[in-house]
């Protein structure tokens, strides 16, 4: 399985700013996807980034509150744009599983966002 | 995606057996049935999946109902470092979204 490590693994932000979570593979891989975990609640998936090309939104989720990056097979960031107290979640990032291993997923440990 | 369905929350015994289980009567021809638990303050971990047979791994097994309608992942023997939130989820075979439920809160009493 994939080794994925994010950065940073928790802030606290003061609201209007904006703060840019990284997400850093051990192999390369074609798909990598950010999702979303409010408190108390399950996990939401804001996009899937690939490589080369610009990130799909899901529906709830738009690129100039959330632009993502994907400059390498390594590699991802996620921004959290102007954020407000709703912000506040768990951002994880994710990537897919090997060839033979494709439908599955693995998981970083998690960014730990609090916006006051 | 098809929707599935499970209990809020289990508990178990250190040491014992622990059958999860999932509904997911809209299940079609080919989606995948996945399980991935997630522990306190972790991101989620790939457990187990499968399609139509029976299937074991070092971590669980899963036994899916000859209809597909239904599935249960079982944990041998229950220790205190699986208590996690445990999640059934539907693929289509191919990669993309998965949707998550509130899956099960299992807990494990010493």
Known sequence: SAVISQKPSRDICQRGTSLTIQCQVDSQVTMMFWYRQQPGQSLTLIATANQGSEATYESGFVIDKFPISRPNLTFSTLTVSNMSPEDSSIYLCSVEGPLEDADTQYFGPGTRLTVL | ?110
């Open chain 2, 1 to 110: 995606d098809a929707k599935t369905t499970q209990p809020n929350s289990m508990e178990s015994n250190e040491e014992e057996p622990v059958h999860l289980p999932c509904n997911h009567s809209t299940i079609s021809g080919t989606d995948y049935i996945h399980w991935y638990r997630q522990l306190p303050s972790q991101g989620p971990e790939y457990v187990i999946h499968g399609l139509t047979s029976n299937v074991n791994n070092r971590m669980a097994s899963l036994a899916i109902a000859e209809d597909r309608k239904s599935s249960t992942l079982i944990l041998h023997r229950a220790t205190l470092r699986d208590a996690a939130v445990y999640y059934c989820i539907l693929t289509g075979g191919s990669q993309g979204n998965l949707i998550f439920g509130k899956g099960t809160k299992l807990s494990v009493k010493p």
